[in-house]
């Protein structure tokens, strides 16, 4: 082995582009989830979700309106304008 | 004396008074008031002065930045009051938290953060880069315009706070707010005084108009109290619009012009219309802006008062408001016309901020007539239309104001900054966002007011679905503008790290619809072929031409 080899052990190492099969992966687990869905539908009929169920009451009364998903955008904005400073502002 | 004529003499009085002592100066007194002002803007801040740098264009640079932080602010408030007017109770969860979220008061905040917010920090960003430009020196106190935009975005803040609540503690929030607004208007008004103190150039007219649009705000205030019409109806209404046409109208309008001519690379078309701009903006009452002063009366801590309108004043105020149709259309052509220079198209159309200019002043003249008709009906004591007045109102602010006022601050920030907008194509696309968003969302909106004015003057109680489905979509489609502004925010954020800078090579044309080839078939100038949309990958082909005399076309070429 020689000393050139031996220097990358240890290093982390992160490709400038993203392989297009990558995408496949995500859309699997997709639409292994929405599988998981339905066939808990099937297989436990009129059940509620365990965890899910017990957390969405929650959030009753308060997305009650359309206007929430709008808010919901304007706030992601926020966040994008916010983080836009703070990447620029700390890139390299 | 009539109440309007009485306070205009005293406002032109003051504003002539103001001309000649900044040509002339102040004589023996001039120094000594020139060192004393500018140890205020930056001695006697005291370590305050130090905490920024005081780099050249970073005042410009600081204002447009938080403007287009305001932008998206106020986008959001005037959607979401645009929402409660068809849906009141859309937000009803939030009375838990003790608030209780009403259409109105939320249009009121949306034009605080819009006018004052948006709008204001764009004319003084602008403003503080044009005018030394103009002048050709440098702006007199760089570290006090970086530290009074802080104040000023403070101001805003509480103004927006006591638009919700007007009084909390005994104190009355937007009077305190008005206070800090006028300290940093002060000096604002300094540092640009002393700037123009420092130049013996002969200033070009937008450079006027930007002066005028600073000192005209705090006279207009000194004439209504003078002439102690500051708690009459009329005095109120008339302080408003006085405010309206000098900070508003006449700083927009400088901005306007000088962008328009920086951006083409064309020569201002007509320096008489810009004169005529400056002498309108002044001398008659500008229509623009809302019928109800209230805006004018809470900032300035006054109790309301109906509006009372003698005959004289009627005729009076209605004459000088047909007349301000004059510098509307010169200000609209002078733009206009300017960024097309000889040709049929606009100059340099993908450049940022140039199709804002366009819109803007495109938008100008309509509203100018309808904000007319609107402000005449209501100073004539007919008050048919006042139902669509809030509409008109913000689709002055939507489609006039903001758009030229961005369009500048646009044109603007990549001298200061030294660097352009990330992304040609990311700003064309939030121009359409902001300015379709506007347009369409609020005209929806109008046709509703008028559906409803229609159906109380026909007695009719029963609300109409259609001016209910017309409300919801003009809501929906309003949020296209703070989508527009989400995307004007980041790409002018990534710009300043990131864009490419301006002492590098002209940036060439990134439009998707360059045509591929040039048909020539006459000698023409290379402007004419660029303004046709052409880039410079585009072929200019020579058509041929023959000089075979024609017949007519053989049907059977075969036989």
Same mark, same amino acid.
């Given at each position: 082995?020689?000393?050139?080899d031996s220097?990358k052990i240890?290093?982390?190492?992160?490709?400038?582009?993203?392989?297009?099969?990558?995408?496949?992966i995500?859309?699997?687990?997709?639409?292994?989830?929405?599988s998981?869905?339905?066939?808990?539908?099937?297989l436990?009929p009129?059940q509620?979700l365990?965890?899910?169920?017990?957390l969405?009451p929650?959030f009753e009364?308060?997305?009650?309106?359309?206007?929430w998903?709008?808010?919901?955008?304007a706030?992601?904005?926020?966040?994008a304008?916010l983080?836009?400073?703070?990447?620029?502002a700390?890139i390299? | 004396m009539?109440?309007?004529?009485s306070?205009?003499?005293?406002f032109?009085?003051?504003?002539?008074?103001?001309y000649?002592?900044?040509?002339k100066?102040?004589g023996?007194?001039?120094?000594?008031v020139?060192?004393?002002?500018?140890?205020?803007?930056?001695?006697a801040?005291?370590?305050?002065?130090?905490?920024v740098?005081?780099?050249?264009?970073s005042g410009?640079?600081?204002?447009?930045?938080?403007?287009?932080?305001w932008?998206?602010?106020?986008?959001?408030?005037?959607?979401i009051?645009?929402?409660?007017?068809?849906?009141?109770?859309?937000?009803?969860?939030?009375?838990?938290?003790?608030?209780h979220?009403?259409?109105?008061e939320l249009?009121?905040?949306?034009?605080?953060?819009?006018?004052?917010?948006c709008?204001g920090?764009?004319?003084?960003?602008?403003?503080?880069?044009i005018l030394?430009?103009l002048?050709?020196?440098?702006?007199a106190?760089?570290?006090n315009?970086?530290?009074?935009?802080f104040?000023?975005?403070?101001?805003i803040?509480?103004?927006?706070i006591?638009?919700?609540?007007?009084?909390i503690?005994g104190?009355?929030?937007?009077l305190?707010? #008005?206070?800090?607004? &006028?300290? =940093? !208007?002060?000096?604002?008004?300094?540092?640009?005084?002393?700037?123009? /103190?420092?130049s013996n %150039?002969?200033?070009?007219?937008p450079?006027w108009l930007i002066?005028?649009g600073?000192?005209g705000?705090?006279?207009a205030?000194?004439?209504?109290?003078?002439?102690?019409?500051y708690?009459?109806?009329?005095?109120q209404w008339l302080?408003?619009?006085l405010?309206?046409?000098?900070?508003?109208?006449?700083?927009?309008a400088?901005?306007?012009?000088?962008?328009a001519?920086?951006?083409?690379?064309?020569a201002?078309w007509?320096r008489?219309?810009?004169?005529?701009v400056?002498?309108g903006?002044?001398f008659?009452?500008n229509p623009l802006?809302?019928?109800d002063?209230?805006?004018?009366?809470?900032?300035?801590?006054? #109790?309301?008062?109906? &509006?009372? =309108? !003698?005959?004289?004043?009627?005729?009076?105020?209605?004459?000088?408001? /047909?007349?301000?149709? %004059?510098?509307?259309i010169?200000?609209?052509?002078?733009?206009?016309?300017?960024?097309?220079?000889?040709?049929?198209?606009?100059?340099n159309?993908d450049s940022?901020?140039?199709?804002?200019?366009?819109?803007g002043?495109?938008?100008l003249?309509?509203?100018g007539?309808?904000?007319?008709?609107?402000?005449?009906?209501t100073?004539?004591?007919?008050n048919?239309?006042t139902?669509i007045?809030?509409i008109?109102d913000?689709?002055?602010i939507w489609?006039?104001?903001i758009?030229l006022?961005?369009g500048?601050?646009l044109?603007?920030?990549?001298?200061?900054?030294?660097?352009?907008?990330?992304?040609?194509?990311?700003?064309?696309?939030?121009?359409w966002?902001?300015s379709?968003g506007a347009?369409l969302?609020l005209?929806?909106?109008?046709?509703?007011d008028?559906?409803?004015?229609?159906?109380?003057?026909?007695?009719?109680?029963?609300?109409?679905?259609l001016?209910h489905?017309l409300?919801k979509a003009g809501?929906?489609?309003?949020y296209?503008?703070?989508?527009?502004a989400i995307?004007?925010?980041?790409?002018?954020f990534s710009?300043?790290?990131?864009?490419?800078?301006?002492s590098s090579?002209?940036?060439?044309?990134?439009?998707?619809?360059?045509?591929s080839?040039y048909?020539l078939t006459?000698?023409t100038?290379?402007?004419?072929?660029l303004?046709?949309?052409?880039v410079?990958?585009?072929?200019?082909v020579?058509?041929?031409?023959?000089?075979?005399?024609?017949?007519?076309?053989?049907?059977?070429?075969?036989e």
């Amino acid at each position: 082995m020689s000393s050139d080899d031996s220097s990358k052990i240890g290093q982390f190492l992160q490709g400038e582009k993203e392989p297009s099969s990558s995408w496949v992966i995500l859309v699997i687990g997709v639409v292994v989830t929405l599988s998981f869905l339905v066939i808990y539908n099937i297989l436990y009929p009129g059940q509620d979700l365990p965890v899910i169920s017990s957390l969405l009451p929650m959030f009753e009364g308060v997305f009650d309106s359309g206007i929430w998903f709008f808010i919901l955008g304007a706030m992601i904005g926020a966040f994008a304008i916010l983080g836009t400073i703070l990447t620029e502002a700390t890139i390299e | 004396m009539d109440t309007i004529l009485s306070t205009l003499v005293i406002f032109w009085a003051l504003i002539t008074i103001s001309y000649v002592v900044i040509q002339k100066g102040l004589g023996a007194f001039g120094q000594v008031v020139r060192g004393m002002s500018l140890f205020m803007l930056e001695k006697a801040l005291g370590p305050g002065a130090d905490l920024v740098e005081g780099r050249k264009g970073s005042g410009a640079k600081v204002w447009i930045i938080q403007g287009v932080v305001w932008l998206f602010l106020s986008s959001t408030l005037t959607f979401i009051g645009l929402w409660l007017a068809h849906d009141p109770i859309a937000l009803h969860t939030l009375t838990a938290w003790g608030y209780h979220p009403v259409s109105s008061e939320l249009f009121y905040a949306g034009k605080f953060a819009a006018l004052f917010g948006c709008v204001g920090m764009f004319i003084i960003g602008s403003g503080l880069h044009i005018l030394p430009k103009l002048l050709e020196v440098d702006l007199a106190s760089e570290k006090n315009a970086v530290l009074t935009s802080f104040a000023w975005t403070l101001s805003i803040i509480i103004l927006i706070i006591g638009s919700q609540n007007h009084f909390i503690l005994g104190l009355d929030v937007i009077l305190i707010g #008005t206070a800090v607004n &006028l300290l =940093v !208007s002060t000096a604002i008004i300094a540092n640009q005084l002393l700037t123009k /103190a420092a130049s013996n %150039v002969v200033l070009a007219a937008p450079g006027w108009l930007i002066i005028f649009g600073l000192i005209g705000n705090p006279i207009a205030i000194i004439a209504t109290f003078a002439s102690g019409a500051y708690d009459t109806g009329l005095g109120q209404w008339l302080v408003y619009h006085l405010s309206g046409a000098t900070f508003f109208f006449s700083s927009i309008a400088g901005i306007s012009l000088y962008s328009a001519s920086f951006g083409s690379g064309n020569a201002l078309w007509s320096r008489t219309l810009a004169g005529v701009v400056i002498l309108g903006t002044i001398f008659t009452i500008n229509p623009l802006g809302s019928v109800d002063p209230i805006m004018a009366v809470d900032m300035l801590g006054l #109790t309301s008062a109906d &509006l009372v =309108v !003698s005959h004289q004043d009627n005729v009076l105020g209605s004459f000088l408001m /047909a007349l301000a149709a %004059v510098p509307i259309i010169a200000l609209s052509a002078n733009i206009l016309i300017t960024l097309r220079g000889t040709d049929a198209f606009v100059e340099n159309p993908d450049s940022a901020g140039i199709p804002e200019i366009n819109f803007g002043a495109w938008m100008l003249l309509p509203l100018g007539i309808g904000a007319l008709f609107v402000q005449t009906d209501t100073l004539s004591g007919t008050n048919e239309l006042t139902g669509i007045s809030n509409i008109i109102d913000l689709l002055i602010i939507w489609t006039i104001l903001i758009p030229l006022s961005l369009g500048g601050a646009l044109q603007v920030l990549p001298s200061a900054s030294g660097r352009y907008p990330l992304s040609q194509n990311r700003a064309r696309l939030s121009f359409w966002l902001l300015s379709g968003g506007a347009v369409l969302g609020l005209i929806l909106t109008m046709m509703s007011d008028i559906a409803d004015i229609a159906l109380k003057n026909a007695l009719v109680e029963d609300p109409s679905a259609l001016s209910h489905s017309l409300r919801k979509a003009g809501s929906v489609i309003f949020y296209g503008t703070v989508l527009g502004a989400i995307f004007h925010s980041t790409n002018i954020f990534s710009g300043l790290y990131r864009g490419e800078k301006i002492s590098s090579a002209t940036t060439p044309s990134s439009t998707t619809f360059a045509p591929s080839s040039y048909p020539l078939t006459t000698a023409t100038t290379v402007r004419r072929i660029l303004a046709s949309g052409a880039v410079l990958d585009t072929a200019v082909v020579p058509t041929l031409e023959s000089n075979v005399r024609g017949n007519p076309t053989s049907l059977n070429e075969e036989e």
